[in-house]
């Protein structure tokens, strides 16, 4: 079965540490990967996506992922935490034809 | 920036009654969905919409369910008979192409007494 996991449930971060929130993916195919972020009691907001070309994909608010085909990853990462970045963190998959699987979320809490 | 708007945020319904949750999607989109998140937990896939019909749907996707474009900007999602278990907060996205990112409504928050 096609599958996404986020392995962290909850991630602790300093400010201004880098920080990295973990997604492996269990697909048939070449899936495209996607970054969604939800800030308390708010909507999806897309951060960026990879589908083709560079590993390294850039997105919103200095975030960044790596697609990583030999470990079917594509982990999520900014280099200096804010504390505004608190929020719930998405990784959902989609193969083309079929419809957006969202892993279970990874709750971040960057500390002051 | 275009963006997906649901209406109403909050509705409180009481067991067995029938609602209808809101969505207009960015203008020019053609794919649309509803999912749902239960609790601030894991977001679930309702249903897929696209050339007026329903493309996919998922085991949640009941007979109590049933969505709607009645003209060309609402896109509706009615449950007939809610339940208890229905208290969630609903999401309705659209996107433009296939291969292209979804974008997401505010959410209805939808609770059952």
């Known amino acids: 079965a096609q599958s996404v996991a986020q392995p962290e449930d909850q991630v602790n971060v300093a400010e201004g540490n880098p920080l990295t929130v973990k997604c492996t993916y269990s697909v048939s195919g070449n899936p495209y990967l996607f970054w969604y972020v939800q800030y308390p009691n708010r909507g999806l907001q897309f951060l960026l996506k990879?589908?083709?070309?560079?590993?390294l994909v850039k997105g919103s608010y200095g975030f960044e992922a790596e697609f990583n085909k030999s470990q079917t990853s594509f982990h999520l990462k900014k280099p200096s935490a804010l504390v505004s970045d608190s929020a719930l963190y998405f990784c959902?998959?989609?193969?083309?034809?079929?419809?957006?699987?969202f892993g279970p979320g990874t709750r971040l809490s960057v500390l002051p | 920036e275009p963006e997906v708007t649901q209406t109403p945020s909050h509705q409180v319904t009481q067991m067995g009654q029938e609602v209808i949750l809101r969505c207009v999607p960015i203008s020019n989109h053609l794919y649309f969905y509803w999912y749902r998140q239960i609790l601030g937990q894991k977001v679930e896939f309702l249903v897929s919409?696209?050339?007026?019909?329903?493309?996919?749907k998922s085991e949640i996707f009941d007979d109590q369910f049933s969505v709607e474009r009645p003209d060309g900007s609402n896109f509706t999602l009615k449950i007939r008979s809610t339940k208890l278990e229905d208290s969630a907060m609903y999401f309705c996205a659209s996107k433009l192409e296939m291969a292209r990112e979804q974008f997401f409504g505010p959410g209805t928050r939808l609770t059952v007494l």
């Open positions: 959902v998959f989609y193969n083309y034809g079929q419809n957006f699987v």
């Open positions: 919409f696209y050339n007026n019909e329903i493309s996919e």
């Open positions: 990879y589908i083709t070309g560079d590993n």
